[in-house]
């Protein structure tokens, strides 16, 4: 079992990936009481580019599902304003 990713974002910026293949748990949190947007997204193995998965402006609390081996997952924060952001990606 991989260790899980977490960042606590202050400014805009990217979490370390975690290799995921079937389900992982994602939390965020602070985004209700601070300003700003975090995305989850996504990258192949063979693939330089980071697709967008999900964008999120309050709390959550989700399981994701990923059918395919090779695929990375992280966290970016693309805005913030104000607060402090907990993310945490874990299989």
């Known amino acids: 079992m991989a260790s899980p990713t977490t960042i606590s974002f202050t400014a ?8 995921v293949r079937g389900e992982a748990n994602i939390t965020i ?6 300003t700003g947007i ?3 997204q996504r990258k192949f193995v063979d693939d330089a580019e980071w ?7 309050s709390d959550v609390t ?7 081996y ?3 997952y992280r966290f970016e924060c693309t805005s913030h304003t ?8 874990s299989v």
């Not at 805009?12 to 290799?19: I, K």
């Not at 697709?51 to 402006?57: D, N, Q, R, S």
């Not at 989700?62 to 395919?68: A, F, G, H, R």
């Open 12 to 19: 805009t910026g990217t979490s370390a990936s975690l290799a």
């Open 82 to 89: 104000s607060g402090t952001f907990k993310c945490r990606l």
């Open 38 to 40: 975090v995305q989850v």
């Open 51 to 57: 697709y967008l998965v999900k964008e999120y402006t």
């Open 62 to 68: 989700e399981v994701l599902d990923e059918p395919e």
């Open 29 to 34: 949190s602070g985004l209700t009481a601070g």
């Open 70 to 72: 090779d695929v990375s």
